[in-house]
């Protein structure tokens, strides 16, 4: 699919994980989350005393399967297991996007979107993976089909629970009620969802003007709620116990009474697992380095206050790798990660060159000790640079540490051979500790690298000399002969090969 926004991601990330699914794509998650706490404590109360006899629950409605497994889980809570969810859903376009509701057309996506997921097929898709991966197939029960056609199949008192939860027109819900309210057993419940209002509550006159769209405003009040169901619900039942639009009435004798269930204090709702992992954005930690971190599905957001508030619902992946790329944004799969992450973003840019010219500068100043770590610092950024590598053995080597001086020099050589300077300094080295003959070779490699080193030259020749060194003695005095042929040590080099003056001239 295409990847538009951070829910898109999610959701492919979902749908290849065998993770549930109930986020925005598609509007998976359907209603509020909260009424899911009170169907669960529903069935508990029902199940209680029950003596093991199985809890068989139809479900008109179910969409991509949040309540169905809600239903599901609080079988396995709380009947251990036994009892069955039927679910009927025809899974098919079953109404048109522009009509369901008063919002202004640009604000109708929902209908679009869910008409859009019903015509492709992929809310089926996702109905059964999320039954799966929430490992609820043993017990849930999908039919393919439209309640109309369902219902008359179950025998009278079939079930436990029927809830209502289809088609929201007020013909739709009328018929519901009606088809499901035979099959519920003596004391067992009828439920449903988006009662918001009752029709009591209502201008009766305006409800049956609007009674088959879908969710439109109360002009008294301006809340919003579902006309069809408030209508059918008040025309069947009349007044319902109702719990933030999850309503139930229990069938007694011949008629129906309203459910005993207290609200619940907000510290014992405890919405099922499959819809927390869902939850909005949630703001963890304020101000971390001018970033406030958010956790919002799989990911750790960390987003700078510079940029004001955002909603990472609605943040498209292209302008969430635009605000990362400028350091608007980090983003970590744990806390601990996203925080470490704008660590490391606030540390000044390393780089291997700033070091070698800071222990460069010190040895310059005499300060050999200083500059030692810095020119380390430098070899660890970059390993293999024969110039770090020099200037660390001349400044162990003037800090009297001859060995590691040694050391870092053959290590320089071994990275670039034809590093002049590195051969002269081991040969500083042996001369140093009296291994003059070794010293002479290293000075050799030295002037066959740099013949116009008058330094280096110098000290071949003087050194050629002491040692009776003749090639060593006729190097140097090569060299001289094309750099400076006048140099004062010509004369003796030349006569310590006794050779005449003319013989060398001009010669390399
Ligand atoms: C509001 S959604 C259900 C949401 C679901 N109960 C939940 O909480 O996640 C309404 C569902 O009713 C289904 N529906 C529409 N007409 C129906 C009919 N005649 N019989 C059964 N289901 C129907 C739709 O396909 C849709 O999946």
Redesign the pocket.
Known sequence: MLMDSIEDRYYSYCMSNNKPYFGKVMWA???LPIRHAYMERLVEAQCRDRGGRPFHIL??????????ITWAEAIKKFNKGKGQVVC?????L?FDPTKCSDLPQDQQAVYREMAEA?SSRK?FDLFLHNIRVSKHEDIILPFKG???NILPLFGDGRFDLV?V????SYA?VLK?LRGAGRIVCEGGLLCG??LELQLSQLDGEYVQLHKERDYIADPKTKERFHPGVSLAVGEYFGEVSVWEGFWAMRKQGSGWHQVDFPRLPPDQVELPKHLTCQSPPELVKENYRGYNIVHYLDRHYALAQALGPVDLTKMEEKSLEKIQAAGFCVVGKSLEETECRIDQRLVPEEHPDKHLSKGVALMRQGRFGQAVPALLRAIEMKPHDPAIRNSLGIALYKLGNHAEAEQSFRAALREAPDNADAWVSLSNICCEQGRYTEAVEYLKEAASLDPRDAELITALGTLGLNLKDEEAIRRSLQCFAVTDPNHPLTRELREALGESPVATEGAV
Request: hydrophobic share 30%; net charge negative; charged share 25%.
């Open positions: 998650l359907q209603g479900e008109i409605g179910s969409w991509a399967g949040g309540s169905a009927i859903d025809p899974w098919k079953y019903l809310i439209s309640s109309d809830f939860d289809g088609d929201h739709s519901d969802d988006d």
